[in-house]
């Protein structure tokens, strides 16, 4: 599904990324922990398609040139990237833009449309199952929602897109244990053969939740140790200090 | 180079009047002669140098236009409505027939209010010496419009190098209400000159709404003063969607004269190409315990200029003012350019008084976050610009009127972005 190979990001000169490997098959849960400014966020824009950073190494997805994609392309062969600060947008219907999102997607990957009937319907749908408030649907994108509402609202929008490739930055980051809950299991229920995550997160408790399949850590740009679920467990006693 | 100067001799082609009327022309006359169309030295024209705008697109400004067949327009079938039709500014039909009759009277305008007040604006000078069409609307005393009235002011495709002298007044008496929606529709495929004369008032407790749009972009040049005058408890409200012309400058003035008087007013518009919009008002509150509100956002794509002057005067009685006042705009391109002069001038201590402005480019962070959920960077802009706007018209209260405001806007961003 995903393959990186000794990917080097820059941004005005500043090495980020430096040299990172990592392979991710269809069906893994990938789960990336790193401290604070090791480059998490980057690695999940990179992947994603922002722009403004100085790219090498080689990076593949399904087998294709990533950087060959444009963003709403990568999107629409699905790719999601879930925020680790979602970006608020003033004006926008929450509910009217997952609508507009969805049927890009859709369209791109040659499938009808969805009418509002339709549509509504799933929205409401999948929204209980997180636990939102359906007026939220009708608010402005992110709009003074608060942190856990924007993770769900991100979530929301994972389940919605139905994507093959899901990287979460710290979506557990600030949430109340019954709000991770609620994430753990929305990840749990997307979960399938066809489908990957990379879960980038600080804290070992999502992934007592979620089960990763691999568990890396990243540290200045480079991934220092890969492992199991055993790792993240040692990690939790030891700090990054007594990883070497 | 233009001759702006004229003839006197213009006053009598357009009219016969008594000594005391032409004299009162003759006088404004002289004034804008000597002035001629302002220029960026003139501190209220910096941002707007007319002399060199008009210089640039007219070769001549005819005072005369020639009289066209009466002439059929579309009217609008999302609400119901009254409606009256002004033609190149003059008043040329009414239809009041949700209304009670004899509340409302409607006829041509002719002014006789020949005060030489000293004016520095040239352009009303002009106005006062040249006038010759416009309307005058009044509604009785307690009395509500059931239904909103459009003035479709239409503009023919006779115009070409035409000056308009337009001068209108409306009265709401009190405990009145009226709502009218300026619809313009601009079927002129040659450059003209609007210039427009208003008075607005209102007497106690009356209620005012306002709201303004073109319909397509055309090669007008207007302008517009506004003067509105607000008795006690009386509240006028703005929303005005100036985009559309080539230039625009809309001088809006507002006295607060009776205690508990409020204004509102909002702005949003999209402009691109080379269009120059400038927004100027002054609110004076003259009495305590009113209040004025003005928010103008703006979205200025390739080499278009957007400017906001907004001025607002406490006298030293206006105690308890609350006077607010925001502008916001976005520039879509390195050439495009908005200029903003706040103003406060405030004499009275017991005030609340706020005023902002910004601008700046588009987020890049919305724009990613938008394109990482499918959409191209053109529909990303797009609905950033439509949720930027979005703000003042869904502030609109009727649901029928506020969803024609909102596709008349995206027509006009979609033909703005064909062009
Ligand atoms: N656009 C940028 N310009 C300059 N430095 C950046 C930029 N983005 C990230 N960095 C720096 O790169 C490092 C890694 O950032 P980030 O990927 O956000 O870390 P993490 O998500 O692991 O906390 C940090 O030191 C950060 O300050
Ligand atoms: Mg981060």
């Known amino acids: ?244 | 180079m233009l001759n702006f100067k004229i003839n006197s001799n213009a006053i009598e082609k357009i009219g016969n009047f008594n000594a005391k009327e032409k004299e009162f022309r003759l006088k404004n006359l002289d004034s804008f002669n000597k002035n001629g169309f302002p220029n960026k030295k003139s501190e209220d024209w910096k941002f707007s140098d007319l002399r060199e705008i008009v210089s640039k697109n007219f070769k001549k400004l005819d005072l005369k236009v020639v009289k066209t067949d009466a002439q059929k327009i579309k009217f609008i079938q999302e609400f119901d409505h009254n409606y009256i039709i002004v033609t190149n500014g003059e008043l040329t039909s009414s239809n009041f027939k949700f209304e009670e009759k004899n509340k409302i009277k409607v006829q041509n305008y002719l002014n006789n209010n020949f005060i030489n007040k000293q004016e520095n604006n040239p352009l009303i000078n002009l106005n006062h010496a040249l006038s010759d069409k416009g309307y005058f609307l009044e509604v009785e005393e307690n009395y509500k419009l059931k239904k909103i009235l459009v003035i479709y002011n239409l503009y023919t495709n006779n115009l070409n190098q035409n000056i308009l002298n337009c001068k209108n007044k409306i009265k709401i008496g009190k405990n009145s209400e009226l709502h009218i929606l300026e619809y313009t529709i601009n079927r002129s495929k040659k450059n003209f000159f609007n210039n427009i004369y208003e008075n607005v008032v209102l007497e106690q407790s009356a209620i005012y709404k306002n709201i303004c749009i073109y319909n397509e972009k055309s090669f007008g040049y207007f302008h517009k003063y506004s003067s509105n005058k607000l008795d006690t408890k009386s509240s006028s409200t703005f929303f005005i969607f100036p985009s559309g012309l080539k230039f625009n400058k809309l001088d809006l003035e507002f006295d607060l004269n009776g205690e508990n008087s409020e204004c509102n007013l909002q702005a949003a518009s999209y402009l691109n190409h080379d269009d120059h919009q400038e927004i100027k008002t002054r609110i004076n509150h003259f009495a305590p315990n009113c209040k004025s509100f003005q928010k103008v956002k703006n979205v200025l794509d390739s080499e278009s200029k957007g400017i906001y002057q907004g001025k607002i005067f406490v006298k030293d009685i206006a105690q308890k003012t609350d006077a607010y006042q925001l502008s916001k705009a976005i520039l879509l391109n390195d050439d495009s350019e908005f200029n903003s002069k706040p103003e406060l001038e405030i004499y009275a201590d017991d005030v609340k008084c706020s005023h902002g402005s910004s601008s700046g480019s588009i987020d890049e962070d919305s724009i990613f976050y938008l394109m990482s959920r499918g959409l191209n960077r053109q529909e990303a802009i797009k609905l950033l610009v439509e949720g930027f706007l979005s703000e003042i018209t869904n502030e609109i209260k009727s649901n029928s009127i506020k969803n024609f405001i909102i596709g008349k806007l995206e027509e006009q961003l979609h033909e703005h972005k064909k062009n």
């Open chain 1, 1 to 244: 599904m995903l393959e990186i190979k000794n990917l080097k990001a820059s941004v005005d000169g500043k090495d980020i990324l430096k040299g990172l490997n990592i392979s991710i098959k269809p069906g893994e849960l990938h789960a990336i922990m790193g401290p604070n400014g090791s480059g998490k966020s980057t690695l999940a824009n990179v992947l994603s398609g922002k722009e403004g950073y100085k790219i090498s190494g080689e990076l593949k997805y399904e087998g294709k040139n990533l950087q060959e994609i444009p963003i709403e392309e990568r999107a629409q062969k699905g790719i999601f990237l879930a925020f680790q600060y979602p970006t608020e947008i003033p004006g926008v219907n929450t509910s009217n833009f997952l609508r507009t999102s969805l049927n890009k997607i859709r369209k791109a990957k040659g499938k009808k449309e969805l009418d509002a009937l339709s549509f509504i319907r799933i929205i409401k749908e999948k929204s209980n199952e997180l636990g939102m408030d359906e007026k939220m649907l009708s608010r402005q994108l992110n709009v003074g929602f608060s942190g856990g509402e924007k993770k769900k609202n991100e979530i929301l929008q994972m389940k919605i897109l139905e994507p093959n490739l899901i990287i979460l930055d710290e979506t557990d980051s600030g949430l109340d244990i019954d709000a991770l809950k609620i994430v753990a299991e929305g990840v749990n229920s997307s979960r399938s053969d066809k489908k990957s995550f990379l879960v980038i997160t600080h804290y070992q408790r999502l992934l007592n939740f979620i089960n990763p399949d691999f568990v890396h850590i990243l540290s200045n740009g480079k991934i220092i140790k890969s492992g199991s679920m055993k790792l993240a467990e040692d990690l939790e006693k030891t700090g990054y200090k007594g990883i070497k």
